[in-house]
């Protein structure tokens, strides 16, 4: 029987799941990035100085969204390779 240790199962599995996830939004569709916010609460994004950064999302557009006293909701929408305004889901911001 070949023993494995945890530690490298775990490991390559974090590694697989990372792999998939930090794609740049525009590079998938809106329904790829839709999913991936729905389970993660985050998407990627591309930037000139800094690479691939998470964006992270409140609430995902399955749900509604209720933000509390003093703050107001602000709609996700970024562009991905099917459509120039994907509407991923919200956030709560101070207003």
Known sequence: MLKV?????????G?????????????LTCAEITKIVEKE??????????G???IYVTI???QDPVCG???RVWY????????PEC??????IPG
């Not at 945890?6 to 490991?11: A, E, H, V």
């Not at 590694?15 to 590079?27: I, K, N, P, S």
């Open 69 to 71: 006293p003093k703050l």
């Open 5 to 13: 240790p945890l530690l490298t199962i775990l490991l390559s599995a």
């Open 87 to 92: 509407h991923v889901g919200y956030n709560c």
């Open 60 to 62: 995902p557009v399955s």
């Open 15 to 27: 590694m697989h799941a990372q792999a998939y996830t930090e794609v740049a939004a525009d590079r």
């Open 41 to 50: 609460q985050r998407y990627y994004l591309q930037t000139a100085f800094d």
């Open 76 to 83: 996700e929408i970024i562009t991905t390779s099917d459509n």
């Open 52 to 54: 691939i950064i998470p």
